[in-house]
């Protein structure tokens, strides 16, 4: 190859200039020898002057094959035809530039396979006139990925958009096409806003720009309720997945887009069905706290004609039985929630209203409550509730007679709380009174509250354990119902 003038010396005399000349060829062909990719030179007349390693191993021939060939060779025919006036084209307004420029180009080997390409050209000023020289990439593995990535989307359940920068549409599935109504064609090259409901068109080039200029995988429209318009005009409800690609064109963003019509239908459905529900709910509850009220009310007038102070007594210990549950009920309908009964709030309600309703003096009586806020279902509020109601009632009738309300002040204390360690509820009551009678059992007690305490505890599933004196304690364990029994949550 003859010298070459883009990188001659600007100042050797005589022979110093030629031994430059061949110093500057010397290092051209090293610097062309080692590149990573193929490099081939042909002159005006499309023969192949110069060669790389890197193009032997890339078209499967030896160095000596390729010299002085006509640069069509390493073409496929159905191309070669058209190939010398492309060549023709080029040296006759020669500049650097890629070949081919948006179209998919292809190389051939030795034996005969294609293989995807893209080339760059670049003009060499030489002694001999101009040369091109021509660098050479084989696009097989970045087309398998491509190709890869197209079936991986064109496969997805979900429609999928790739949009570019400028908001054009670059690629869709299947899946697109039938969830939007449009053939692929009708959608290519188009501003993705054709996919927008008329309404939301204005302002979502801005959030597009804002996402490219922050591109993440995130969600689109967090929070808020998007939409997505078919070719008929009619819109559907949709997710949206938006996930930047990295792309030779530049940055991308492919959406995933889930049609969420029937979701959103069957969840409006279901809140219909709950409303309704709770309605039916409330209104039960309702009915029954007033029932109980009417019969509480039937009791206070059959006590009214009634003169013996033991048959008296036994309505009035019925009463409050009633109208704990009565409170239970009336909980369940104030709170809205109908699984779950906040049983401190039914303490602070339940334990004044006996204190009253056995006239003692609220100023010789401290009531202390140390309640845990505790959700209990409904099935294991009632039987608590009771339990409480027989506890408390039976405190306030036999742990301070007269003499002992003289020598000071007496106290009830009732606690609450929820051992998470060992998923156990707790409720106690204790008071600082007489205390009970030793000769006291509760397995063999012919009272009516204690035997209701004992066969509740068992409904519970529960262990009563019991302090007799100093001070006089019932403390009830049960087990916390998974998932219903817990800590109240504001």
Do not use: W
Not at 175 to 187: H, K, N, T
Not at 200 to 219: E, I, N, Y
Not at 333 to 352: C, E, G, M, N, W
Not at 435 to 450: E, F, W
């Amino acid at each position: 190859m003859s010298s070459l003038n883009a990188i001659t010396p600007q100042a050797a005399p005589g022979s110093t200039i030629e031994h430059a000349l061949q110093k500057s060829e010397a290092r051209f062909r090293q610097v062309v020898e080692s590149a990573p990719n193929a490099m081939v030179m042909i002159g005006p007349g499309g023969l192949i002057e110069m060669v790389n390693a890197q193009t032997e191993r890339l078209f499967g021939y030896d160095r000596g094959e390729l010299l002085h060939q006509p640069i069509e060779m390493l073409v496929p025919e159905r191309f070669r035809r058209g190939h010398p006036a492309m060549r023709d084209q080029f040296f006759h307004n020669p500049h650097s530039r890629p070949m081919g420029a948006g179209r998919d180009l292809y190389a051939l080997r030795k034996d005969g396979s294609e293989f995807p390409v893209e080339i760059g050209l670049n003009p060499i000023e030489t002694d001999e006139g101009t040369k091109v020289l021509s660098s050479i990439l084989d696009l097989s593995a970045r087309k398998r990925m491509e190709e890869r990535f197209r079936q991986v989307v064109e496969s997805a359940p979900n429609a999928m958009v790739m949009v570019n920068g400028n908001g054009r549409i670059e690629m869709v599935n299947a899946q697109a096409e039938r969830v939007f109504g449009y053939a692929r064609d009708e959608m290519l090259g188009q501003p993705i806003e054709m996919l927008v409901p008329e309404r939301a068109r204005a302002t979502h080039p801005d959030k597009r720009a804002g996402f490219f200029a922050h591109p993440t995988s995130r969600p689109m429209g967090a929070g808020r309720d998007l939409f997505g318009r078919r070719k008929d005009g009619s819109e559907f409800a949709v997710e949206i997945g938006l996930n930047p690609i990295e792309t030779d064109e530049g940055k991308m963003v492919l959406s995933a887009i889930v049609d969420i019509s029937d979701r959103k239908q069957k969840e409006e459905r279901i809140n219909a069905a709950l409303k309704e529900k709770d309605l039916l709910l409330g209104e039960i509850h309702h009915r029954v706290k007033n029932n109980l009220q009417i019969i509480y009310s039937l009791l206070d007038l059959q006590a009214a004609r009634i003169s013996d102070r033991s048959v008296i007594e036994g309505l009035r210990e019925s009463q409050n039985r009633i109208r704990s549950m009565a409170l239970i009920h009336q909980a369940l309908y104030q709170s809205k929630d109908f699984a779950r009964v906040d049983f401190s709030t039914f303490i602070h309600t339940l334990a004044p209203t006996l204190i009253t309703s056995y006239d003692l003096d609220p100023s010789r009586l401290n009531l202390v409550i140390e309640a845990d806020q505790v959700l209990l279902p409904i099935n294991d509020a009632i039987p608590c509730g009771l339990i409480l109601n027989e506890l408390v009632t039976n405190t306030l009738k036999h742990a301070f007679p007269a003499e002992h309300q003289a020598s000071g002040a007496s106290e009830i204390r009732i606690g609450l709380k929820t051992e998470l360690a060992e998923s156990q509820v707790c409720l106690s009551v204790s008071d600082n009174g007489v205390g009970l009678p030793d000769n006291l059992d509760l397995q063999t007690s012919d009272t009516l509250g204690l035997q209701l305490v004992q066969l509740l505890a068992a409904q519970l599933k529960g262990r009563l354990s019991i302090n007799r004196r100093n001070p006089t304690a019932f403390t009830l364990q049960f087990p916390a119902r998974s998932g219903q029994a817990e800590p109240f949550k504001p």
